[in-house]
């Protein structure tokens, strides 16, 4: 793969390597603190070093992904689903980062900070500052689990139906507490503890919710995964817990049949779910973010419903309302909490909890009066249109690759940002600068090997009857 050379201004072809890489993450040696510390530079020019494995195969990386990935590989060493420990994986990022094509680059830039800028606000990485390119926002993923899971959709990571359950139990009381501090004035800051039950991610059971059962796995395949009890930390199997030498390893299937009853979760051979926690050498402000893998759950099952419309299956839609209903509670806010401190106090004067309305999208919550926040005319969007796509754009407006123009991405950022946003509209508004128009991702159509010949006789039968008429 050619990259282009910045320095010299051509494009680069690397030459073949030679010798296959060896597993890095296999070698004994192996110095992961030093790996951390290696400036980018320095790691693909220091060939004695025992990492320079890793710089054969990154070398057709591109730079910023190559750092990511070369300090997520010290940290976490195991392919978050599978488990396994080879150098081909690449780092996925939870949220997607903004990268965005037709974009002027200081739009880009204003994007990714609003939008690190809110999660912070939610509590997405306990307090501590939320960034898309960290750790606390991206997992290891082979490149065939990358591609299914962001570029066509095809799974979903999920915690979970009693978990989730749990969540949702208890963030309804945190944010209870959330709204009595803030009419107090005592303090604006959310303040969830995420490194207790049910929050944490190192104590969570994972599942891979399979959502195109013939386009991740094809009828009577397998994927084989190294046994969740045989992942240790290092990268080496259990002691006594191999065969011929390797991990234990499991294979896994999809469910047959109709998927109303059960929801489609990947199966180990045993047909119960495969459940994997997941275990890293990981700071506690770098853990791994519940309410980001959350959303981007969210973002697959709502892909899902509207390309399946009225035929999906009744546990997927009881599913989504538990998924769906976490996001609305993650993205909650207090009443008169995105406005400027002077006005908020003048409301909190003029107001009692007692005389306040309540907000039917969150029962247990008191809401702003509805004249509090109406977004001027000039700075919304007629909903039954922008929420589908079709807001009336100029003919020589550029749109992105996600569907959004210039100009409505900088309403959308100003409608969050100035508060104008609240409730169900600021989560509708977050969703659509992160997804595009449609408010959840778009993603593409897999092309299966055995459908390619049968497409082809298809054309050619219809090319026929066309030139016969």
């Not at 997927?316 to 509670?329: G, R």
């Not at 247990?364 to 039954?384: K, W």
Request: charged share 25%; proline share 7%.
């Amino acid at each position: 793969m050619s990259f282009y050379n910045p320095q010299t201004g051509r494009v680069d072809i690397p030459p073949p390597i030679k010798t296959r890489p060896k597993n890095p993450l296999r070698n004994p040696s192996f110095d992961g603190q030093r790996t951390e510390s290696l400036s980018t530079d320095d790691h693909l020019s220091n060939s004695n070093s025992n990492v320079t494995a890793f710089s054969e195969v990154e070398k057709i990386i591109s730079r910023d992904d190559k750092v990511l990935l070369r300090k997520l590989l010290r940290t976490d060493r195991r392919e978050f689903i599978t488990g396994t420990s080879n150098a081909m994986m690449q780092a996925a990022h939870v949220v997607n980062a903004i990268r965005i094509n037709g974009r002027k680059k200081e739009t880009k830039k204003k994007m990714k900070s609003l939008i690190e800028e809110l999660l912070t606000h939610f509590w997405f990485n306990n307090g501590n500052p939320f960034e898309l390119d960290s750790r606390p926002n991206m997992i290891l993923l082979s490149n065939n689990n990358h591609s299914a899971l962001d570029l066509y959709g095809l799974i979903g990571l999920s915690p979970g139906l009693d978990r989730l359950r749990e969540i949702n139990s208890r963030l309804v009381l945190d944010n209870a507490d959330w709204y009595a501090r803030v009419i107090n004035n005592k303090d604006r800051n959310r303040n969830l503890n995420m490194n207790v039950y049910p929050y944490d991610t190192d104590s969570i059971e994972w599942e891979v919710l399979v959502l195109h059962r013939d386009d991740f796995i094809p009828p009577g395949e397998r994927l084989f995964v190294v046994d969740p009890d045989a992942r240790t930390l290092n990268g080496d199997p259990v002691d006594g817990d191999q065969v011929d030498g390797l991990p234990s390893t499991q294979w896994c299937h999809i469910p047959d049949g109709s998927y109303h009853s059960d929801l489609p979760l990947l199966l180990k051979s045993n047909n119960a779910p495969l459940t994997f926690s997941m275990r890293t050498a990981r700071e506690p402000e770098e853990k791994l973010s519940l309410f980001a893998m959350l959303l981007n759950l969210h973002s697959k099952l709502q892909a899902y419903k509207a390309l399946a419309l009225r035929n999906t299956p009744s546990s997927i839609l009881k599913f989504y309302f538990e998924v769906n209903t976490a996001i609305n509670h993650i993205f909650y806010e207090p009443p008169f909490l995105g406005l400027r401190e002077q006005l908020y106090n003048e409301l909190l004067k003029q107001q009692s909890p007692s005389t306040m309305d309540t907000d039917s999208s969150f029962p247990y919550m008191p809401s702003v009066p509805n004249t509090q926040h109406t977004p001027s005319a000039e700075h919304s969007f007629p909903d039954s249109e922008m929420a589908t796509g079709h807001y009336d754009r100029d003919d020589d407006e550029i749109l992105d690759e996600r569907g959004l123009t210039e100009k409505e991405a900088n309403i959308l950022m100003d409608n969050i940002s100035s508060g104008r946003s609240t409730g169900a509209r600021k989560v509708q508004d977050i969703q659509m600068l992160l997804f595009g128009a449609r408010g959840y991702p778009q993603f593409r159509q897999p092309v299966r090997a055995a459908t390619v010949g049968q497409e082809s006789d298809e054309d050619s039968n219809k090319d026929s009857d066309e030139d016969s008429e």
